[in-house]
């Protein structure tokens, strides 16, 4: 038996051990394997030197005037959840409808002297703007293709509230631009955004759809059938075309094919099986694809069988409902039979009772998206 | 982790009723401590921290009706850092290579072994970063943190000892003088 545990290092259980976390048979082989194990000791001593180290760390101090930063945040007073998501929305609304019309020189492209126009903070390789070689500092003007070469790249200014990262072969064109919103056009090739701005400040359009800042950051990209692949990685991005769009958080991901119209949103983190089964309900849209889905379908995904209950009708929208009631149960806001004729504030109460249950979905907004759109 | 738990439930109850002042004592509770998670972990970015720490409290207060009491408050809180702490790493990674380097903050408050440490923790990925910070400054249990960051107890040991080697090989000028018999 000796000769089995010396054999065999338990340097993997050593951390555990070292913590008091381990326990029954496990504990036994390390402390059987400690008494004759020299490496293994002196391994248990370093990572005991590491504790000690690690637990002598002081806590550091927040500065106190962050207080007061958050409590002008907070609402005044506190009302039912439903009424106060939508008094946030509202309001955010106003204060960037405010913000936008008092600020006009932020948001703002600059002002060239034939219109308004985004200036170029980056240029790395051959970069073009309505087919003339470009540099740093010079200005794409409204209608104006902006062209990244082989192995180049471009940065733009999207007035102070934001930049765009254009990548190798990409062609992004300035569609339109003025105080409340900023248009543009990727044709071709990948784009990073980040926006700080009010919602729908900003508008890619792309061959398959167009894509709306929320207040965020993600990537664009077109493949070569002319599909757009969006990943978001901060805030939320809606996806909209003709028929069911997605509202995609951050660390989800979204495909609008050209043919189908805007994919159901997946969250990045899915298992491929999971991953695989919404990529087929979305190019199949059959029962046998949504059978699928519902089967592999974890709480964790129960944004992406919310998106579904747009995407089916009849009979198949009912089991989607037993299947994301059972995962993600209603909150009372939500009842079956207004859910079921898709009425939008039960989808947005449900939607967002999905959120606040997955944290990791709710950090990204924290009222109401349906009264943003 | 250790809060006088009587006291804790009361403040999260009045907190539930909108009261603005006991929400301004559970933010004393625990402000120094998430704000240290969120230094740690994004490599001494003040202005980021203070970021995290902010909108860590303003979605909590907004929330808070949604806790139940049958789970650790702690943990709840602490899934909503992390989760913003690695929001925020990733908008960086892809932005921080645009913009100037930040002040990392801490380096004036430390020295000695507080600085190996942080300088150590600083090497960690992320991924094994959080659950090293949650154990020491949150001295959470393996069960706490899996529950903290929506993963099985297996892989939080695994990520701690992972973490413990590396930092073992930083710090490794703290065991000059250890050797085991």
Known sequence: MRGLTLRRHVDDLLTAYAHGELHGPDLERVEEHLKDCRECRQELANIRSVCQALGSAKTLRTKDELWSQINNQLAPKRQRPILRFALAAVAVVLVAGVWVSLKPNQTDPVQASNGPAFELLNV????????????????????????????????????????????????LQLVSCDSKQHRMRLTKGELSAMVVAPPRFLVIETPAGEAVDLGCAYTLKIDDQGNTILHVTSGWVSLEREGPDGLVPAGWSCVTRKEQGVGTPVCGKAPTPVRAAFKRFDLERDGPAL???????????ALSLWHLLARTNGSDRELVWQRLAKLSPPPKEAPKQAVLSLDSKAMDAWRESIMWTNTGAADALPFNLGSLR | MAQPLECEARLISACKEGDRDAFRRLFDLYRDKVYTIALYHLNGDQTAAEDVVQNVFVKLFRTITQFRSDSEFSTWLYRSVANACMDEHRRRRRWLPWASVPEKAYHHELNGVDESVRAAIEKLSPKLRMPVLLKY???????????????????????????????????????????VA
């Not at chain 2, 892989?155 to 930092?167: D, E, F, I, P």
């Open chain 1, 124 to 171: 790395q390789g051959p970069v073009t703007v309505a087919t003339k070689p470009v540099q740093q500092g010079s200005l794409v003007r409204q209608g104006e293709s902006l062209c990244t070469g082989p192995a180049a790249k471009t940065r733009i200014a999207v007035g102070d509230v934001g930049e765009i990262e254009l990548s190798q072969g990409s062609e």
């Open chain 2, 137 to 179: 400054f949150e001295e959470m249990s393996y069960e706490e943190i899996a529950q903290t960051l929506g993963c099985s107890m297996g892989t939080v040991a695994s990520r701690l000892n992972r973490g413990h080697k590396m930092l073992a090989q930083h710090l490794s000028h703290l065991n000059e003088g250890v050797n």
């Open chain 1, 291 to 301: 059978s699928f889905c519902l089967k592999v379908a974890r709480k964790e995904d």
